[in-house]
């Protein structure tokens, strides 16, 4: 029986994939790097920025990265007016978790900065017990962000579940003796993700609370 529940954020609890698309190919061009293509870039959500950088870009050169970082950050927090929203049927589906007794945290790719732009304006924040970002702890799919979590929490890496849309969250999850759930509509596609293993495969996020439940049930 699960006790902690931790999610990635974009592409699992917001659809943003197309704001970050749109934003990191905004921030290529300001700095005459290489044209990102659509794929490409979905390929790497998820990554810490310096990662997803040097992955797009292989041969970048070291002092371009935090330019990019800043331009990407330009784009994302204030200059790109790509739509993002929650995926129907979040908050509520967060908030009776929480009345169930769950324990909620976050694991993320974004900076803080960006962490706490979205929690204000989603106004998401309380529900959730404690969160990591890539600019705090090593970057997925290392699992440090994940027994930091385990650590602040004082939970066993049996008593939790990680729930995310990309390779990087699922290999993060195995790699800290998590179980998993994928998924199936966010960055990555399913078939990617399957090879982790994951205990669920969530085509909607309300689908969470009605597994959760089964699981407790066969569990009491």
């Not at 990554?47 to 970048?60: K, M, T």
């Not at 927090?77 to 324990?103: C, I, M, S, W, Y």
């Not at 959730?128 to 004082?154: N, Q, V, W, Y």
Request: overall charge negative; glycine content about 6%.
């Amino acid at each position: 029986m699960y006790k902690l529940l931790i999610f990635d954020w974009d592409g699992t609890i917001i659809d943003s994939a197309a704001r970050i698309v749109s934003s990191m190919q905004k921030a290529a061009r300001d700095l005459d790097q290489p044209e990102l293509t659509d794929d490409a870039v979905r390929n790497i959500i998820g990554l810490g920025l310096p990662e997803a950088i040097r992955a797009l870009i292989p041969d970048v050169d070291d002092a371009i990265i935090p330019q990019l970082r800043e331009r990407y950050g330009h784009y994302y927090l204030n200059a790109d007016d790509t739509p993002t929203a929650l995926f129907e049927g979040v908050e509520e589906t967060l908030v009776n978790l929480r009345q169930k007794g769950f324990r909620l945290a976050v694991a993320t790719g974004k900076s803080r900065r960006g962490l706490q732009r979205v929690f204000g304006d989603t106004g998401l924040e309380y529900l959730f017990e404690t969160s990591r970002c890539a600019d705090e702890t090593t970057s997925k799919p290392h699992p440090h962000m994940l027994e930091e979590i385990l650590d602040e929490t004082g939970l066993a890496a049996t008593d939790a579940v990680m729930i995310g849309d990309t390779e990087f969250d699922l290999e993060m999850g195995v790699r800290a003796g998590m179980d998993t759930i994928a998924v199936s509509y966010g960055a990555h596609h399913i078939d990617r993700l399957m090879q982790y293993n994951p205990a669920l495969v969530m085509h909607r996020f309300p689908e969470l609370e009605s597994w959760l439940t089964d699981v407790s049930l066969n569990h009491s």
